[in-house]
């Protein structure tokens, strides 16, 4: 069930723990997580973009992840893949599947549940249904988001055409080293990599429809999300290795990590292709919503992606970008 | 991602897997599952209802239940979320998380994605979208359903008065039997009441906008769900024991486990309350859509639940329902 009922002794088992962590951030459409269903409206001329994703202990995020962060990453996730289809933040879901053995305590429910507060309230979205289940093993998190938009205004995958720029938003390969920073592979003072790791900042409130030819999130790292791309449209990839923008951060570790940023995932970033003649559009939707861009290649007829050095010679990526499964 | 495009090498890692065992479920709401969300539009007067549960091995289910039953019980449990709403069935997502080691292998997940086709042609839904994930622990699935229905039509748990009429459909108890047999503390050689705790049938069809006051399905047991209702609608409900319906197999079992009926989960039937005057439209509607209906008691003025036997004298159930977590 979506919802469900207080028992008569407040704080106790499932109804008690749903009422203190979960009600308090229930919007209308919830019902108060108090019925079978939630019931959600859509505005007229509009229609839903839903996304979802599930995120487990020891492969999406590490145990001593600090729990505030770990509902918001979930969230921003999903968030992320709304961006990429142009849709505005609406509700979501939420299954949180908890380890037997009370690690996960009170206290961690308090942080966790903080933490989804302040992205309901940065991103304007509330919480209407969930489940809360127990597993002999790891935490598992799954959330499904949805977003409203114009119909027939969603940005897709398929509309790349030959000729088209290759843009993407912020900076590339953060995630992917912050990640190493905390194996201890790598180091960073400033915690800025771990920070990107732990929280990525989903694009949303970009207004690119009419602007763009194909938008998607990277999430699964640049050169593989690029063969996604190449893939639907039916067209080719080039992009330029040195013009993929770096983070201050990730620049200062040195070009040996170049690889590390073009193929590892979790930035959630967005990758655009435009028509030459929208580019100043785009980069003005862009200063207007104070999201960096840069243009990083280009689209051309024929399949797959090619990554070219500073020379223009192209060059391998080593390795794949992430597989989920 | 919500989607999920093909590798170039078909049949690779988890772009494949998705291409084999979920494409040939999706809608043409999914996208064909290549795009970041899934787009899904509500026709005009009309709202979602959206239910979401989580299924663990060794908790929701047991390892050696046949895989082809899984994903449909998984959906049943929510439409059965719809049935009590009052909301037709209409999509879904799936989020599936695999143990690592390979149990779970290709035979696994074609009869696992052979039952989901199947309950899909049975309640006309379709797959919108999903997400794969691996994990150091036991199988785990989640599925967000969503339901379709006219504005301000959904049947509430909320407005259950005194003098209504407490009603079921089906038979209660069998799955709380069912799951006894399969721990072999019970026997049934004709397997009816495993079937019960494998496959529940969600009541979906009904037409009780109008007719009922209150209605939530089964899924706690029906004197943990009574409770629900008693406390939504601040009334109290009267069941009268004997006059709650055993199915054939649970009563050739005897009185003995009468409470393990009244206080086992898993029946998703529907529990209804009914103005006096509307019970013969009660009843006829439930004729209509072929499905049984008992009244088993009474709303009264009050709080919580009473159960009485069959001289009248209250009898005190034995245990509570389920408890998720």
Redesign the interface.
Known sequence: ??GA??D?KAGS??FG?IARHFRPLAGAES?DL?????????P?GE??????????E???FLPDDPPETLGRKLLRCNLS??A??G?RPHAY?L?V??PRGGRHDENWFVAFSRGLAKDQQRYGIHL???????????L?L?A?VF?LLR?NT?L???NARPGDGIWVTGTIGDAALGLLVLQGKLKDPSGFLARRYHLPQPRTGLQLHGIVSA???I?DGLIQDC??IA??SGVQLVIEADAVPASYAAASLGHDWLMQRLCGGDDYELLLTCPPERSEALQAACQTADIPVHRVGTVRTG??VRLLNADGRETIPQQGGW???
Do not use: W, Y
């Open positions: 069930m979506t009922s207080d008569k088992g499932e723990f019902l108090r019925d079978d269903c939630a019931l959600m409206r859509c007229e229609e839903f973009a839903i996304s979802t994703d599930t995120m487990v020891n492969i999406h893949d709304l990429a289809m849709a879901t299954n599947t908890v209407i249904g969930g489940d809360t289940t127990s597993i002999s093993g790891p598992v799954s499904t977003g119909q969603a897709r995958r398929n938008a998607m999130d999430s063969g996604h893939e639907e399949t797959g597989q989920h499964f």
